[in-house]
C-alpha cells in the first residue's frame, strides 16, 4: 500500500490517467439529471452511454473512462448507518465498446488495484460468476491468485441484466479484506466487517430475449464501476466512508455549528452528522445540476433530502436555519473538479435557505399536530396512534419515528408500527422511480429496423420524401386506406420533430392521388414518426410523396420560439442574471417559458422584460445560426439549458448583443419578424420555479381581439367607456363593501334584539347563571357579540350559544372569570361540544368559538352543555 495516504482527488486522478495511458478517452461527468426519460436520476457510471450499448447510438470511442456522480435513494433509511450506503457518490469506470474484452479487463484491474494503488495481493479476494469459467481461469492462471480465494457467486449477486430482456453478463469483483489474519477458511464475502466490494467488473457478452434464452452479442462490452468514497475509506485507512476527506469536512462544519466534537459523540449523534454529510453533498449537486425542490419526481427526491438534512440538524441541537453554510463547505470540497457548483453557488444556497426556511415553520407546525394526534387518541379512548398519523408526521413534518413513540410512551401511549411500515412501503415505491435498475432493453412498440431521418427544414419548408416505414394499428403495414390513422417514417423531411420545447409541424403528404394530412411529427433516436390520416387515396410503403409543412403554422412557431430566447436574455439582463430555464412550451398560439428564480416579478419588472423584449424586436437584431463545438460555444457565451445534454456539436442561434443559445428549434431570420411581444401572466408552479406565459406575432392579434370583445360587453353592461371601466368596476366594489358593512351591522342588532328576549331563560345553578340556547339563522359574528353581551348582563354566569345555517354549525361559550375558577375554561369546553357535530374549534379561557358540519347534532350537542355546566357548577 502506498506509504502516503492518497487524497480523494489524487484517487480519482490516477484511475483516469491509468486507463488514459491505456487509449481510453478521458470524458467528463455527465449530468445527474439524465437523458434517458426511464429514469429520474442519473444512478450508475454506465447510464451516459446506454444508448451505445443498445446499439442506438454509433460509439465515438472505442474506449472510455469517467467519474460520474451519482445518485440514489432507494435505500436512504441505511444512510449513516452503515459504513458505506450513500444516496451522493463518484463512480471511477472504464468502459469498452466491442473492444477488449474479459482477459484485459481483468489485467488492468488487477494492475491498478496493486501497482498503482499498492494493494497488498494477499488483502485482495475475489468473485465469478458460479458457470463463467473462463473469467476463473483467467484470475487463476493469468493473474496468479489462488483458487481458494476466487469465490464462485450466484446469480443474484454475480450475473448483471439491464432487464427482464436486453444486453447482459457475468460480473466479476475485487474485495479488499479487512481483517487478513482471520485467515482464508471459510471467506465470506457477505461479511461487511471483513471485506469490502470496491471495484466491479462487468461482461456484458449475451443478450436475453422474452423467453430467456440468451444468445452471444456480436459487440461485447466492458463495464466497470470503482466507488471513489470506498476506495477512499481503504487507502486513507478511517472506519467508514464518512470518515474520508471526501464527507468528513462536512460533517466537522455541521459538528461546529452544534457545538459538538464528532470523535466524543455517541452513535446517534453521529448518524445524524452523517446523514447531514451526505445529504447537503447531494443536493448541492442537484441543485447545480438544475433540479428545484418540489413535491413530484426528482424534485420530490430534492425536497426529502433538504427536510432530512434539517430535521437531523435539530436533532443534534441546531436551532437555527444552518444548511448554507454546510453547502459552502461540500461546495468548496468539490468546485475544482465540477466548477457548477461555485457558479451556481447563489441559486444552491438561496434553495437551501427557502427549503429550510420553509420546513423549520411546518416541523413547528407537527409538533402541534403530534399533541393533537394525542388529544385525539385520549378522546377516543385509543391507546395507540395509527401508522397513518405517525407517518404523516414523519414524511410531512419531518418527525423521526422514533421521536414520535418516545413521546407517545411518555403520554402511554404505543404507535402502529406494522401502519406504519405500510405507509412507508408506499412512499418507497415513489422514491424508486430512481432505481438501481438500469433497464437497456429498447422502448415498447414497434421495432423500426430504418436510417435517422435527414431533417431539411431549417431551409426547406417542402421536399420529396420516400416511405421507409408504415404504421397503422401498432402494426407494420404494407399499405393505408382512405380515413386510415398512420404514422410515417421518411428518408428526409421538412417537417419539424417535436424537441426543446417547439411542438411539431403540421402540414401534407402528397402524391400519386394519395394526401396525408400530418397533425405531429416526433422522433427518438433521430428517427421522425410523422402522425397523420390518409384523407385520400391509398398510402403505399416505399412510394415517394411531396412533403410540405404548413408555413403559417411554422411562422407562428418561430417567432413564439425566439421570443422565448428574448425574454430569457431580459429576465437576465433585468431580473437575475442567475435565472436559469426550467422548462418551455412554443407552440402555434402561444409560449410559455418556466425559469428558476427565488421570488415572484414585481408588476413594475413584469413591464419592464416585456417592455425589453419588444425593444430587441423593433431593432430588427439579424440571427446568425452556426454549428460548433461545444466548448467553443460554451466559451463563446451561449446559454443552454441545465440538465440538458448536448452532443460534441452544437447549434447555437445568436442575435448578437441580445442572446445566444444552444438550440435545436426554428427561429425568425430577423427579430423584426417576430412583429410585438405580450406577457399574459407570471406566476410561481412550484418552490423557485416561476411561470410566465405570452404570446407573440399574429398570436398577439388573436389575443387582442379577444380582449377586445370582453371590453366591449363590459362597457355596453356598464354603460361606460373602455378606459372608465376600472373606476366603474372600483366604485361597484366600494358600494358592495359599504352595503355589506350595513348588512353586518343589521345583523349585529338584530342577535342583541333577539338575545335580550333569553335573558328570561337563563337557570341558577348555585351562585351562578347559566344559559345555553340556539339562535337560528345567526352567524357566527353575531352569535359571539351575543354571548358576550348576555354574559355580562347576567354577571356571574356561563353562556353557550349555538347556530345552523346550511350545513354549517356555529358554537360560542362565554364564561365569567368565576367560573373559570371553577375548573371551565371556555376554549377546551366548547371545542368538546363542537366535536358532538362533526367540528372542533377553542379559544380563550372566558371566550371561545367552534364550529361543526352536522346541523342535526346541534340541539343534542346543546343540551349536552347544559348538562356539563350544570355538573361542573353545582
Known sequence: MPTKKLTSNEIRQKFLEFYAQREHAILPSASLVPEDPTVLLTIAGMLPFKPIFLGQQPRKYPRATTSQKCIRTNDIENVGRTARHHTFFEMLGNFSFGDYFKPEAIAFAWELSTKIFGLPPDRLVVSVFREDDEAFAIWRDKIGIPAHRIQRMDEEDNFWASGPTGPCGPCSEIYYDFHPELGDENIDLEDDSRFIEFYNLVFMQYNRDAEGNLTALENRNIDTGMGLERMAQILQKVPNNYETDLIFPIIKTAADIAGIDYAKSDDKTKTSLKVIGDHVRAVAHLIADGVTASNVGR??????????????????????????????????????IYPNLRERETVIKAELEREESRFLETLERGEKLLAEIMAKSETQKSKQISGEDAFKLYDTYGFPL????????????????DGFESEMEQARILSQLAHETIDLTAEGGVKLDVDQTEFLGYTDLTSPAQIMALIADGEKVESAETGTQVQIVLDQTPFYAESGGQIGDRGYLSGDNVVVRIEDVQKQNNIFVHFGRVERGTLQLGMTVNAQIDAACRRRAQANHTATHLLQAALRSLVDQSISQAGSLVSFDRLRFDFNCPRGLKPEEVEQVEAQVNSWIAEAHPATVAEMPLDEAKAKGAVAMFGEKYSDVVRVVDYPGVSMELCGGTHVNNTAEIGVFKIISEAGISSGVRRIEAVAGLAVLDYLNVRDVVVKELSDRFKAKPEELSERVSNLQQELKESQKKLEALKGELAVAKSDQLLGD?????????????????DAEALK?????????????????GAASGEKVSLVAAFSKSVNSKGLQAGKFIGGIAKMCGGGGGGRPNLAQAGGRDPSKLKEALESAREKLVDGLK
Open 785 to 801: 357579540t351575543a354571548a358576550e353581551r348576555l354574559q355580562q348582563k347576567l354577571g356571574e354566569s356561563a353562556v353557550v350559544l
Open 762 to 778: 337563563a337557570e341558577t345553578v348555585g351562585e351562578f347563571q347559566i344559559l345555553v340556547a340556539e339562535m337560528p339563522g345567526v
Open 402 to 417: 422514533e421521536l414520535t413513540q418516545e413521546i407517545a410512551e411518555e403520554n402511554g401511549l404505543t404507535v402502529d408500527f
Open 299 to 336: 424534485g420530490y427526491i430534492l425536497r426529502r433530502l433538504i427536510r432530512r438534512v434539517v430535521r437531523h440538524g435539530r436533532l443534534i441541537g441546531i436551532s437555527g436555519e444552518f444548511t448554507s453554510k454546510v453547502a459552502e463547505k461540500a461546495i468548496a470540497r468539490s468546485e475544482d
